[in-house]
């Protein structure tokens, strides 16, 4: 049985490419984006022609671009599969034909992002939507920026039990812990930074150094320590050597600093005080000029939470959450270039 598709256009879709209409930024995204690397590695990782009832299944590009309308309109898959029937600007961005092409349903669109998850393939997605931004001049890999955010789980603990110890530092109180009993989100943990405690995931995440487009990053459980993910993230972007990585001075440890001269890139580790050595002047100064570089990527996390939602996940476990982060650094990064091109 062969894969559903739209053969020719019908008269709905003919009166409708006649009327006039006003572009909004999909239309820009459509004209920015060349789709056909990405519908490639879907159609070669999916190979998917039948749906789970024996039906044929939907293209998988109009699939991956609901995806994308969910998180820019912060729609759930019922909300989604509503929008579909009668929002031509979505039926547009999808693909879909007036006349001859049925809806995708709720369920359709769980099971299709699920076997993103399966195929692992969100990551390559977003290394080939990036690669075209970086062809068109809109992404230009000067450097990187690492930095990390806590996500609060959609699940709250039925119990909890802190276990602080009472002589910790200072410095340690944002390493701190709190045991959790009676979750369903087993890879959950809390995490306690200052007066306030965070139950949940943290991301772990690159940006540019010139415009913040998110590079790439990865999801552990909220407790997890910056300085222990910091040679894996940049695995994962694979900076070109003589480029700058900043970071804050959560990630200032021997180790890091080594790599990154080992690898060949500029150290932009914010320098941090220790017992008995305070900083000195040229480092306060150091530290001046990374902070103000570094506030790309808090307004990156700063988007994500604010007008994506992701102050708080939709799933749950790690796996879940990795691929949440990676369709809103998607999203987050076509409509940024769409503002950067003047589209």
């Known amino acids: 049985m062969s894969e559903r598709t739209s053969t020719n256009p019908g008269i709905a879709d003919y009166v409708v490419a006649r009327r006039k209409h006003k572009d909004c930024f999909l239309d820009e995204i459509d004209r920015l984006i060349d789709w056909k690397p990405l519908e490639k590695l879907l159609r070669k990782k999916l190979q998917r022609v039948v749906n789970a009832v024996g039906n044929p299944a939907y293209p998988p590009l109009p699939m991956f671009k609901i995806l994308l309308l969910q998180r820019w309109y912060n729609l759930s898959?019922?909300?989604?599969?509503?929008?579909?029937?009668?929002?031509?600007?979505?039926?547009?961005?999808?693909?879909?034909?007036?006349?001859?092409?049925?809806?995708?349903?709720?369920?359709?669109?769980?099971?299709?992002r699920q076997s993103l998850l399966e195929k692992n393939v969100l990551k390559r997605l977003l290394d080939k939507l990036n690669h075209q931004l970086e062809r068109r001049g809109l992404l230009v890999r000067e450097g990187a920026i690492v930095d990390a955010s806590v996500v609060s789980s959609s699940r709250r603990p039925s119990k909890v039990i802190d276990v602080l110890p009472e002589d910790r530092e200072e410095d340690?109180?944002?390493?701190?812990?709190?045991?959790?009993?009676?979750?369903?989100?087993?890879?959950?943990?809390?995490?306690?930074?200052?007066?306030?405690?965070?139950?949940?995931?943290?991301?772990?995440?690159?940006?540019?150094?010139?415009?913040?487009?998110?590079?790439?990053?990865?999801?552990?459980?909220?407790?997890?320590?910056?300085?222990?993910?910091?040679?894996?993230?940049?695995?994962?972007?694979?900076?070109?050597?003589?480029?700058?990585?900043?970071?804050?001075?959560?990630?200032?440890?021997?180790?890091?600093?080594?790599?990154?001269?080992?690898?060949?890139?500029?150290?932009?580790?914010?320098?941090?005080?220790?017992?008995?050595?305070?900083?000195?002047?040229?480092?306060?100064?150091?530290?001046?000029?990374?902070s103000s570089v570094r506030a790309k990527?808090?307004?990156?996390?700063?988007?994500?939470?604010?007008?994506?939602?992701?102050?708080?996940?939709?799933?749950?476990?790690?796996?879940?959450?990795?691929?949440?982060?990676?369709?809103?650094?998607?999203?987050?990064?076509?409509?940024?270039?769409?503002?950067?091109?003047?589209c």
């Not at 910056?226 to 480029?243: M, N, R, S, V, Y």
């Open 77 to 112: 898959d019922v909300a989604a599969e509503e929008s579909l029937y009668d929002r031509l600007s979505f039926v547009r961005f999808v693909g879909l034909s007036l006349d001859h092409d049925e809806v995708p349903d709720s369920s359709t669109i769980c099971r299709f």
């Open 172 to 290: 340690d109180a944002e390493a701190s812990e709190v045991t959790v009993s009676y979750s369903d989100d087993a890879d959950a943990a809390w995490l306690r930074k200052g007066n306030r405690a965070y139950y949940g995931y943290k991301i772990h995440a690159a940006t540019d150094s010139r415009d913040g487009f998110l590079l790439g990053g990865h999801v552990t459980s909220a407790n997890r320590s910056d300085t222990q993910e910091f040679i894996d993230l940049l695995d994962e972007i694979d900076p070109a050597p003589g480029g700058c990585i900043y970071a804050d001075k959560g990630y200032s440890s021997q180790l890091n600093r080594h790599v990154l001269q080992a690898r060949g890139l500029v150290d932009g580790i914010m320098h941090k005080a220790a017992r008995n050595r305070a900083l000195s002047v040229a480092e306060k100064a150091a530290n001046r000029r990374i």
């Open 297 to 342: 990527v808090e307004r990156a996390f700063g988007t994500l939470k604010r007008g994506y939602g992701f102050f708080r996940t939709r799933y749950l476990g790690i796996p879940k959450v990795a691929l949440e982060f990676l369709l809103n650094a998607m999203a987050f990064n076509l409509k940024k270039a769409v503002f950067r091109a003047g």
